[in-house]
C-alpha cells in the first residue's frame, strides 16, 4: 500500500511539474502553477484522493476524470458562461461515480483484459 501512494504521489508531482514547465514555456516566463492556471484546493483534492487507487486505477482515474472534467464544463458553458473550471468539483463528481460504481468497474475491465 505505502508503495501505491508513493507511486501515486510521484505521477501527480510530476504531471503538475509537467504542466508547470510547459505553460513557463508557452508563456515565455517562469510561472507558479497556482498562480491562475491550477488552484492549490485542486492539487489537495488530488493529494487526498491518492490513498483510494492503486497506481495503474489513479493514472486511469485521473486521465478519465480530467477529460470527464472538460466535457462537463463545456456542456455547462453552454448554459451558463464561466471564466475558470471548477476541476475539484467536477472531479468529485466523477470520484462519486468511481466509488459507487467501483465493483462493476473492476469486473468489467478485468473482463476486457481476459
Not at 484546493?41 to 487526498?48: N, R, S, V
Not at 486511469?60 to 466535457?71: N, Q
Not at 464561466?82 to 468529485?92: D, K, L, V
Not at 466523477?94 to 483484459?113: D, H, K, M, P
Amino acid at each position: 500500500m505505502w508503495k501505491d501512494l508513493i507511486f501515486n504521489f510521484l505521477f501527480l508531482t510530476a504531471t503538475m511539474l509537467g504542466l508547470t514547465f510547459y505553460l513557463s514555456i508557452k508563456l515565455k516566463k517562469r510561472i507558479l502553477i497556482t498562480n491562475g492556471h491550477f488552484s492549490l484546493g485542486d492539487i489537495l483534492f488530488l493529494i487526498a484522493i491518492i490513498p483510494l487507487f492503486s497506481l495503474d486505477e489513479y493514472i486511469l482515474f485521473f486521465t478519465a476524470g480530467t477529460i470527464f472534467t472538460l466535457l462537463i464544463h463545456i456542456l455547462i458553458n453552454q448554459v451558463k458562461k464561466q471564466q475558470t473550471i471548477p476541476y475539484a468539483g467536477y472531479m468529485s463528481i466523477a470520484t462519486i461515480l468511481v466509488l459507487v460504481f467501483q465493483g462493476s468497474i473492476r469486473n468489467n475491465f478485468a473482463q476486457s483484459w481476459m
